[in-house]
């Protein structure tokens, strides 16, 4: 059975930092191109950030400086250091996998996804 269990959420002040991972299981996930979405209340599930199987990264614009992703394909993980934090960082953070080797930042093109993390980040 495939899962991916995100993990590392909390409550930050602006300005902050929190580092995410996300340990995955139940299959190879070394040529899959990883990612982080978030979700805030009354939004829809945005990009945040990817990372292919040969460690190009992609960022969504509103995060691209403050947050870093990272994989380790021993480990079967995917890290999200974030930086900087906003309010408008706030939502409930999820990882997800995509089987296929061509990046997309469309939330239905991922095949599994974890729970989800909250991060709140306070004013």
């Known amino acids: 059975q495939v899962q991916m269990v995100e993990s590392g959420g909390g409550l930050v002040q602006a300005g902050g930092s929190l580092r995410l991972s996300c340990a995955a299981s139940?299959?190879?996930?070394?040529?899959?191109?990883l990612a982080w979405f978030r979700q805030a209340p009354g939004k829809e599930r945005e990009f945040v950030a990817a990372i292919s199987w040969t460690a190009t990264t992609y960022y969504a614009v509103s995060v691209k400086g403050r947050f870093t992703i990272s994989r380790d394909n021993a480990k079967s993980t995917v890290n999200l250091q974030m930086s900087s934090l906003k309010p408008e960082d706030t939502a409930v953070y999820y990882c997800a996998a995509d089987r296929s080797v061509t990046v997309d930042q469309r939330a239905y093109a991922y095949d599994y996804w974890g729970r989800g993390t909250q991060v709140t980040v306070s004013s």
């Open positions: 139940g299959r190879t996930f070394s040529r899959d191109t």
